[in-house]
């Protein structure tokens, strides 16, 4: 059985590999562009007095992507407030129970994240479009478009979408670790820059 589990957990392993790297470097640049969001806001109004309506909700709006797309690499690697003491003192197959049963809970509320986030995109407040920010069209001779609110609240049902995926490898990686094939399996490797 844990042979047959690891033939399936690794392409889903890899793909999970692939698509957090490029969420880390989606992410990494919406923090950056949206650090010279707020720091332009906050030169025009003190230096200028007038700030661009648009800096705020342009922050807010890479905030969200930021966040939907680094959670995921987050839960993968445990970098979520976790308590492990009680764990720390069970066996280690015991530990693995434990694990797989909070992992499968944790899939539940994912779920639920995935289906809200797929309401809120469709919302009627996700039909809206955004006071203020707007795709320069125009500068290249094109039309200004009006951003679309689903556009925000689609970083939710993404993020989610990602956790699911990784929620799966992990609870597939429980279950080899049950089976006591732990040691056959392939670290979880750091999301670090895309080869």
Not at 10 to 31: E, F, H, K, M, S
Not at 84 to 100: H, I, N, Q
Not at 120 to 134: D, P
Request: hydrophobic share 55%; with cysteine.
């Amino acid at each position: 059985m844990g042979n047959g589990l690891i033939a399936v957990l690794t392409p889903l392993q890899v793909t999970n590999d692939w698509l957090l790297r490029i969420g880390r470097a989606l992410a990494i640049a919406a923090l950056a562009v949206m650090v010279c969001f707020i720091l332009g806001q906050v030169f025009f109004r003190y230096v200028l007095n007038d700030a661009p309506n648009w800096t705020e909700e342009g922050a807010r709006f890479l905030m969200l992507w930021m966040t939907g797309l680094i959670g995921p690499m987050a839960y993968r690697q445990g970098g979520f407030v976790a308590i492990d003491m009680f764990e720390r003192a069970l066996g280690p197959r015991l530990a693995s129970l434990v694990s797989l049963i909070l992992l499968l809970l944790a899939g539940i509320v994912i779920y639920y994240g995935v289906t809200l986030g797929w309401k809120n995109v469709n919302s009627f407040t996700g039909r809206g479009t955004s006071a203020s920010l707007r795709l320069p069209l125009d500068l290249i001779g094109g039309e200004t478009i009006k951003f679309k609110n689903s556009w925000s609240f689609a970083s939710l049902f993404v993020g989610f979408c990602l956790m699911a995926l990784v929620n799966i490898e992990l609870i597939l990686r429980q279950i080899v670790t049950l089976f006591g094939h732990g040691d056959q399996l392939k670290t979880i490797e750091d999301a670090g820059p895309i080869d």
